[in-house]
């Protein structure tokens, strides 16, 4: 997004810990202002992603068969 004097970008990055090795993902956000002739940052957050912590999404349920009823004289399918 791109303003007066100011713009903004985010994003994800990856991080690989120099310890261990492991790697981590973050999402950024970061606001910039054009102050005396130059850009400068005015703000910078930064997050670990929740997947890091809850895991993933768990996958939805899928019925295997189709229900079939009469409705109204007419055979509709549910599933």
């Known amino acids: 997004t791109i303003g ?3 713009c903004q970008n985010a994003g ?6 120099g310890a261990t090795g492991d790697k981590v ?3 950024y956000s970061f606001v910039y202002v054009f102050e ?3 850009w ?3 703000h910078h957050h930064s997050s670990v992603m929740p ?3 809850l895991g993933p999404a768990p ?3 899928v019925k295997d068969s189709l229900i079939k ?3 109204n004289g007419e055979e509709r399918v549910f599933a």
């Open 69 to 71: 009823e009469p409705v």
């Open 40 to 42: 400068k940052i005015a």
């Open 59 to 61: 996958k939805p349920v």
């Open 36 to 38: 005396d002739g130059e």
């Open 4 to 6: 007066h004097n100011w």
């Open 12 to 17: 994800i990055y990856e991080f690989t810990m």
């Open 25 to 27: 993902k973050g999402r």
């Open 51 to 53: 997947e890091a912590y």
